[in-house]
């Protein structure tokens, strides 16, 4: 195959991608006014569901004008050299084997932050707070880039040194060494990231002693749980979407309330959400899926060990010398229809695991209230609920929320199934 195979074939993916991301959202349109099933009618008044289709229908349009702006932008960068362009720029500043890369790709991300800039804050300040959502201001917006590209530069700019380092070190086993600085900073990260990342953009107050707090621990203690941190995050900070999560591993594991969960929902629906956390990790979600996740990097990573070297992956994109960091770039384009298959078999998995979180908390007897929560968090945040089958199986790594009802239904004597 030579370099000139290549770039078509880079070019056609490109396109095949955007192509493709676009009959999917067409998709999902077109199931916009469907007959919205009988046991979610409850979910939305009349004028709800009026505002929440128009929410829907705006984002849709919305991100086909952000698609094919990102679409017009990698065309141009292939077409026209700027991947090379950007290279030889940054050639005659330093051929340093690890600043090159780490200015080639500050650049490029930069350049990338910036023009997406003016969608993020129509998206931001016009779309979600013309729909009541948005409470971000523009100096926490402000702050929050700066703190992005701060983190991106000391954690991501870290990270591609010691990669690039140890490949100028050993190609061959490059990508075995490099497996292992994955694993490591994945391992620390999934431990950390409450602690460390996290206070840098919202405050973490641990939840006041009370009757929350009291359901909470009692519940633990049935489900055999230990838990000891609880912490209310700000997310109120940012927006009036609620949401609930756990993070850490071992004795770092945190549960994390939103402050717009506390206030939306009882105690019952807030343990039931809990509940159905929880039983990710008494499935063991957590680490079967960052186990599947180690071994798609380690096959990734070999993959590329074996044509990083190689002058092709660079010529495709018009650097006639092998480099690294081109490589990198024309690798990933040719990995993403590998990478969504992939995807598609990791979305599978974790609707699977949903339905087994869901039924953990329908055994404990909380199938009503998780019900209502859900019912609750889809109204809040105007949840689609009916989004088309095709792109369900392809690509939501939930199932819709009509059938997670559909099946706490089943798991409760208490509740009448309607279709």
């Not at 927006?239 to 609930?244: F, L, V, Y």
């Not at 006639?320 to 990933?332: C, D, N, T, W, Y």
Request: proline share 3%.
């Amino acid at each position: 195959m030579t370099s000139e195979i290549l770039y078509v074939i880079i070019i056609a993916i490109v396109v095949f991608g955007f192509f493709t991301e676009q009959i999917f959202g067409y998709l999902n349109a077109s199931w916009f006014n469907k007959p919205v099933p009988e046991i979610l009618k409850d979910i939305y008044d009349h004028q709800k569901y009026r505002k929440q289709q128009e929410y829907k229908i705006e984002n849709y349009r919305f991100g086909i004008l952000t698609a094919t702006f990102s679409f017009i932008l990698i065309c141009s960068m292939l077409i026209f050299g700027g991947f090379a362009f950007v290279d030889s720029v940054v050639g005659e500043i330093t051929e340093h084997f690890i600043l090159k890369p780490l200015i080639f790709f500050a650049v490029l991300m930069f350049a990338a932050d910036i023009l997406s800039t003016p969608f993020a804050v129509y998206d931001t300040f016009v779309i979600e707070n013309k729909y009541g959502f948005n409470k971000t201001t523009y100096r926490t917006f402000i702050l929050d880039k700066i703190k992005g590209w701060l983190l991106g530069g000391i954690i991501g700019g870290g990270l591609l040194s010691l990669i690039v380092w140890i490949y100028n070190l050993d190609p061959q086993f490059f990508w075995l060494y490099a497996w292992i600085v994955v694993i490591a900073f994945s391992l620390f990260m999934n431990m950390f990231y409450s602690v460390l990342i996290v206070p840098l953009f919202n405050k973490q107050t641990p939840l006041d002693d009370g009757d929350l707090k009291t359901a909470i621990m009692q519940f633990g203690e049935t489900a055999g749980f230990n838990i000891s941190k609880i912490y209310v995050i700000d997310g109120s900070k940012r927006s009036t979407k609620a949401n609930a999560y756990f993070s850490g591993m071992g004795p770092k594991k945190r549960i994390v309330l939103y402050d717009t969960l506390i206030k939306e929902m009882t105690i019952e629906e807030i343990v039931a959400v809990l509940a159905h956390e929880i039983g990710h990790y008494k499935h063991r979600h957590i680490y079967k899926s960052m186990f599947a996740s180690i071994i798609e990097t380690g096959i990734t990573l070999f993959i590329f060990g074996l044509f990083a070297g190689s002058d092709m992956l660079s010529q495709a994109l018009g650097v006639e010398v092998a480099s690294f960091h081109i490589a990198l770039i024309a690798f990933g384009i040719i990995y993403s229809p590998l990478s969504s298959v992939l995807g598609i078999v990791s979305t599978i998995f974790s609707r699977k695991a949903e339905y087994q979180a869901d039924n953990f908390a329908a055994k404990h007897g909380l199938a009503s209230d998780l019900i209502s929560a859900l019912k609750k968090l889809t109204s809040h945040n105007m949840g689609n609920l009916t989004p088309h089958p095709l792109v369900v199986f392809l690509t939501y790594s939930h199932p819709p929320v009509f059938d997670r009802v559909k099946n706490l239904m089943s798991k409760s004597e208490n509740i009448k199934i309607s279709n």
